[in-house]
């Protein structure tokens, strides 16, 4: 078990273009959870899925914004017309079975945007 | 709506000293409460949680808190503090459905020798 892993670690992209996060949650992990992270603050939720379901979405998740988890297993989350607000940390976590069971968080994807 | 104050930015401990980070929690019902500790360039690592039963909950590196109803608090304490104890902490509550952690904004920790 290599733990939840995210692709790429880094990404610098100009304002205006559009990038896509890739999230391999721990296998077998039914439950998928995308959180953002800037610079002094704790993680903020953006969106759950259980299997390949999207049940819950933040308010923060603004229509730029939108995360697919194919066949129950990895994650992406694309951001579109990237603007500079975007630059943040974005964290992927995984849990398995019933809500408020551990979640195991990735090292993140550091977004900027410039 | 559910929300965390960990009113501490920045603390600094001697090493070997004991450590108590602060944590208050807004929450209507039984909270569900967590501490993350986060080092640079790793990701968020659980140290410990409350769902119910005994107030004082044993963690992971020697960490234990105590869940107090009365003062809506779930504070993190250490009895020795050790140099690699030096990272970020964040106290987590979960939402109703237990589909989401609200987080606090961390305190970072420093340590002196």
């Known amino acids: 078990d290599t733990g939840v892993s995210q692709d790429p670690r880094h990404k610098i992209t100009k304002r205006g273009q559009n990038v896509t996060f890739r999230c391999d949650p721990i296998?077998?992990?039914?439950?998928l959870y995308w959180y953002r992270q800037t610079l002094g603050q704790g993680p903020e939720f953006l969106t759950y899925?259980?299997?390949?379901?999207?049940?819950?979405k933040s308010r923060l998740l603004s229509d730029r914004f939108s995360a697919e988890r194919p066949k129950g297993s990895f994650s992406t989350l694309e951001i579109q017309r990237t603007e500079q607000g975007d630059s943040a940390m974005y964290l992927c976590?995984?849990?398995?079975?019933?809500?408020?069971?551990?979640?195991?968080f990735g090292q993140g994807t550091r977004l900027t945007v410039v | 709506a559910q929300s965390v104050t960990q009113p501490d930015i920045h603390i600094t401990v001697s090493e070997g000293a004991s450590l108590e980070l602060r944590c208050n929690y807004s929450?209507?019902?039984?909270?569900?409460l967590f501490w993350y500790v986060q080092s640079p360039g790793q990701g968020l690592q659980l140290l410990l949680k409350?769902?119910?039963?005994?107030?004082l909950v044993q963690g992971i590196k020697g960490f234990e808190a105590e869940f107090k109803r009365s003062q809506s608090s779930f504070n993190l304490r250490k009895p020795s503090v050790h140099w690699s104890d030096a990272a970020e902490y964040f106290c987590?509550?979960?939402?109703?459905?237990?589909?989401?952690?609200?987080f606090g904004k961390g305190t970072t920790l420093s340590v002196s020798s």
């Open positions: 929450y209507g019902a039984t909270p569900y």
């Open positions: 899925f259980q299997n390949e379901a999207q049940l819950e």
């Open positions: 976590a995984s849990s398995f079975g019933s809500p408020n069971t551990e979640a195991f």
């Open positions: 409350y769902f119910s039963g005994d107030t």
């Open positions: 987590a509550v979960s939402n109703q459905a237990g589909t989401a952690l609200i």
């Open positions: 296998s077998e992990h039914n439950r």
